[in-house]
């Protein structure tokens, strides 16, 4: 939207939601001043704020979206919001900078998509988004595989001259290495199947970060799950109960959650609406 007036304002997005939002949200909206507000239209609220087009439109704004200082504080309060819409009615979360010029533009997108958007409500009533992330002590888990295969082959290692012993043990160091990629690969997949049997739907997320820094451990997997309010108990318990089993070997799983479905939202909204 090159050529935008400094003053022109938008309509922001934040979600979609149920008409009971209305009754309690309160706060600013993204820019932090302009308060949040609904608009209900045919059985549905848009959860909304008035902003500044210049703002999110235009090479400017580019600029803008590269500058985590401002950037970070509008991403938290938009998360802030749909979190609490999302705590008083399901929500079909946008995502951050979803604009539209004026109510007119937004009511013909609602006229548009009204049937897939109340589909996704339903779908997602009494659900919620918990993602399970599986992080891995690389170190500690090579120890542990590596010091098994030592013990197994101590009696052999033993028989051998002091210059074969060496290139013996690095076989075998490569043969954990092998061993400990393969154990990985199988405990994920099942504990993720046996995860999987609490929640309505499941989805495989990029690992965009595999170096937490975080006492040396790395993500190697990470998945959301769509999962429904009364099975949330049952699954923090296998969770815990993969924690329990695969920990010593330095293999944990990390819940988090409820979060926004926005690993299930359809692909309805764009960055921006004309």
Not at 12 to 40: I, N
Not at 46 to 53: D, E, G, L, R, W
Not at 247 to 263: A, I, K, Q, T
Request: one cysteine or more; a positive charge; glycine letters at 6%.
């Amino acid at each position: 939207m090159s050529g935008v007036p400094d003053t022109a304002s938008a309509i922001y997005l934040f979600c979609l939601a149920r008409p009971q939002v209305a009754q309690a949200l309160q706060g600013p909206g993204v820019d932090g001043q302009t308060l949040v507000s609904s608009w209900t239209f045919q059985g549905l609220a848009a959860v909304i704020s008035k902003v500044t087009q210049k703002d999110f439109c235009g090479p400017e704004a580019e600029a803008r979206f590269e500058d985590l200082t401002w950037l970070g504080p509008r991403a938290c309060r938009h998360e802030a919001v749909v979190e609490q819409a999302m705590r008083l009615s399901p929500v079909l979360p946008a995502t951050f900078g979803t604009l539209f010029s004026s109510r007119k533009a937004l009511e013909e997108f609602l006229k548009k998509h009204h049937a897939a958007i109340c589909r996704f409500l339903d779908r997602v009533a009494d659900k919620e988004e918990w993602a399970v992330k599986g992080l891995l002590d690389r170190k500690k888990a090579r120890e542990e595989i590596s010091s098994t295969i030592f013990a197994r082959q101590k009696e052999l290692l033993s028989s051998f001259p002091q210059g074969m012993r060496y290139f013996q043990e690095q076989r075998m160091l490569a043969d954990a290495d092998r061993e400990l990629n393969g154990w990985v690969k199988k405990t994920c997949e099942e504990v993720m199947e046996d995860l999987r049997q609490q929640a309505a739907d499941f989805r495989y997320r990029p690992v965009l970060c595999p170096d937490l820094g975080k006492e040396g451990m790395q993500m190697i997997s990470n998945c959301a799950l769509l999962v429904p309010r009364r099975a949330v108990a049952g699954l923090r318990a296998r969770t815990n109960e993969a924690n329990v089993r695969h920990r010593p070997r330095g293999l944990v799983f990390e819940l988090s959650g409820p979060w926004p479905p926005y690993s299930f939202s359809p692909s309805l909204l764009t960055t921006a609406e004309a």
